[in-house]
């Protein structure tokens, strides 16, 4: 590749004046891109037509804002006792690759330049990009080789954990922001993370999921736990909750955690707790043999599909009598969590549809545990912490499932207006 620069005539043939939103044209990218074309230039990569155009913008800058701060252009004569006092060298990297640009001086040194400030290595965009890739799932040694290899930046693992550190604060911000006052439904569920903690074991990281009078999803926290998943810390978790403004929520949908109904009960008397029918299902499989899996859950579709309590109990006794000998464990399951299992079952089918299973934070979860994985096991609480907030915050960058899931409890929401009747106007006042 010949080596030919984008010369500063190229760049300021368009004046200042004229560089409105609409000025910077086909015509004008056109010019840039031929020239570089002519000089066998490359549109990326090293020595690329992108790189040397950010080079003359930011060194652009740069001259701008230091004749700003001496208050006099270059070779005037300066009205106060402090000049230019010449450049140094100074590579930043960017998203377009390391760039090296020559940094004005004054002579009293007081000169604290913006655009790429002291001490800045890294212009906005690449930590962005680092934070993009972490919440991906990628970890610090895979950030640092897609970087060395599409950008042809050396970026240490240290470096990129200085980067994703910055997303503490905003962290913490998050977690103890206000809620709102009511919430339709509550979604609780954990998963769980390995901490190298002396030796490695797994920990809890404890996810609520509301969805709001408006329809919106709404993450509401995340909470490590320090063993076991337990109805004791549940207990914390939704106090804490509560303590940040949430007074009432109708429903509670959870999994059958020994102990947590009366956790739910003591903090919000009036909710509903709901235990998820797929988590139900799927403990019957542990004490089922392979081969009658499909039998076993053909047989206990009634009963969850029934259109009463009443009937749900006939059906269940039927799946009793049909497979309580060969799997008793199966029936004492159900009759254990048939108090928070029937609930759903007075409700009309567009609530029924919405509550009966935890889906809802499962698509979260999921998300949640391919960052995880990607790691494999984390150094402490606050990096496991950090690893599963990044992948909440990258969820939905579009925007669009955040439609879809508004519109998919439209019905739903219009039958708890009525269902619980006065209850969801406390959020809206």
């Not at 790189?51 to 009205?79: F, M, N, P, R």
């Not at 599409?150 to 977690?175: C, H, P």
Request: hydrophobic share 40%; aromatic share 6%; glycine share 8%.
């Amino acid at each position: 590749m010949t080596d030919v620069t984008v010369s500063a005539e190229a760049v300021e043939e368009v004046q200042p004046a004229e560089l409105q939103p609409d000025a910077l044209d086909d015509e004008l990218i056109s010019q840039l891109v031929d020239r570089a074309k002519a000089g066998g230039i490359k549109l990326t990569g090293e020595g690329g037509l992108l790189q040397q155009l950010t080079k003359k913008v930011l060194e652009s800058a740069l001259e701008g804002e230091i004749t700003d701060h001496l208050g006099h252009e270059k070779h005037e004569k300066a009205a106060s006792g402090n000049t230019r006092n010449g450049n140094r060298t100074k590579t930043v990297l960017t998203e377009v690759g390391p760039v090296a640009i020559e940094v004005p001086r004054d002579r009293e040194g007081s000169f604290e330049p913006q655009i790429v400030k002291k001490r800045q290595r890294r212009l906005t965009g690449v930590d962005e990009m680092v934070l993009s890739l972490s919440a991906r799932g990628l970890t610090h040694g895979e950030i640092s080789a897609h970087l060395a290899e599409v950008y042809g930046a050396e970026v240490s693992k240290t470096t990129i954990s200085t980067i994703t550190d910055k997303v503490i604060d905003g962290m913490n911000e998050w977690q103890n922001r206000p809620l709102d006052s009511v919430y339709p439904v509550v979604f609780i569920d954990c998963v769980h993370v390995k901490l190298r903690d002396g030796k490695v074991a797994n920990r809890p990281i404890y996810v609520a999921l509301a969805v709001t009078v408006e329809g919106t999803r709404e993450i509401l926290g995340l909470w490590a736990g320090d063993g076991g998943e337990g109805a004791k810390y549940w207990l914390q978790v939704l106090t804490e909750i509560k303590n940040r403004g949430t007074e009432d929520v109708c429903m509670v949908v959870c999994d059958g955690l020994k102990g947590l109904p009366d956790a739910i009960e003591a903090v919000w008397p009036q909710a509903i707790t709901q235990t998820c029918v797929v988590h139900l299902i799927r403990a019957s499989f542990r004490y089922a043999a392979r081969q009658d899996w499909d039998k076993v859950a053909k047989a206990l579709k009634p009963i969850y599909t029934a259109p009463t309590q009443d009937v749900a109990e006939e059906r269940f006794l039927e799946f009793g009598e049909a497979w309580g000998k060969k799997y008793p464990a199966i029936v004492k399951l159900w009759e254990n969590a048939w108090a928070e299992f029937v609930p759903f079952l007075q409700f009309d089918s567009e609530i029924r549809r919405v509550v009966c299973t935890t889906n809802a934070i499962e698509s979260v979860n999921a998300r949640i545990r391919k960052a995880v994985r990607a790691r494999g096991h984390f150094p402490n609480e606050q990096a496991a912490i950090k690893c599963v907030y990044m992948a909440v915050m990258s969820l939905d960058p579009t925007g669009q499932g955040r439609k879809r899931w508004t519109q998919r409890w439209k019905a739903a929401l219009n039958a708890f207006e009525i269902t619980f009747d006065g209850r969801l106007s406390a959020a809206r006042r």
